[in-house]
């Protein structure tokens, strides 16, 4: 069981937005502002999207965008496109000083 | 560009001791600001964070996994060892390494680069 709650799938239409919601507690999400976002696609590593709740990697679109309130971090993509359909992964530091990761969101492209 | 590749056994037996070997260039751990990590994923489920290891030697484990879980480098041939003791089944997974970055070893806590990942099955 993953530490981080995520929907097991979202799935949003080319064009439109979708928000995909990462649930901690106190100790992590709310704690600090170190969440970060990964894509994978089916068969390779993971690709960070965003870091320290809000920060584009150079290369990532800015059609992905990060913020947070309170123990939930959100990531949301917008002007979705088919290559946006992948699953997406939250992670978040913690008061161990451990890193935890949400459980997955499978993000389908209609 | 940095690049990461990881390599090892793909099959061990259940009670063996999986050591694993990330080989990655681009970058120096004897850096101020670096880090290389472990995660690793099972088959159809979620990413584990697994350990971390930065550049003035800070190493940080997962809770759950500590006593089974040593993480090592050797700065001169840019290398970072995992060594995951009384492997079962159930750590039948793909393995990542990854670069970290940050000002605070003890706050590193995201990962770019990943490596291809290596996986590795557990069965007798």
């Known amino acids: 069981q993953s530490v981080l709650t995520q929907p097991a799938s979202v799935s949003g239409s080319p064009g439109q937005s979708i928000t995909i919601p990462c649930t901690g507690t106190s100790s992590d999400v709310g704690a600090y502002d170190f969440v970060s976002w990964y894509q994978q696609h089916p068969g390779k590593a993971p690709k960070l999207m965003i870091y320290d709740v809000r920060h584009r990697p150079s290369g990532v679109s800015d059609r992905f965008s990060g913020s947070k309130s309170g123990n939930t971090a959100s990531l949301t993509i917008s002007g979705l496109r088919a290559e946006d359909e992948a699953d997406y992964y939250c992670?978040?530091?913690?008061?161990?000083?451990?890193?935890?990761f949400g459980g997955g969101t499978k993000l389908t492209v209609l | 560009q940095i690049t990461l590749k990881e390599s090892g056994p793909t099959l061990v037996k259940p009670t063996q001791t999986l050591t694993l070997t990330c080989t990655f260039s681009?970058?120096?751990?004897?850096?101020?600001?670096?880090?290389v990590g472990w995660i690793r994923q099972p088959p159809g489920k979620a990413l584990e964070w697994l350990a971390l290891i930065c550049w003035d030697d800070n190493k940080r484990y997962s809770p759950s996994l500590k006593s089974r879980l040593t993480i090592t480098k050797d700065t001169s041939k840019n290398q970072v060892v995992l060594t995951m003791t009384n492997m079962d089944p159930v750590d039948t997974a793909t393995y990542y390494c990854?670069?970290?970055?940050?000002?605070?070893?003890?706050?590193?806590?995201?990962?770019?680069?990943w490596g291809q990942g290596t996986l590795v099955t557990v069965s007798s």
């Open positions: 990854a670069q970290s970055r940050g000002v605070y070893s003890q706050s590193l806590n995201w990962f770019d680069p």
């Open positions: 681009g970058f120096s751990l004897s850096t101020s600001g670096m880090g």
């Open positions: 992670s978040s530091y913690t008061s161990s000083t451990s890193v935890v």
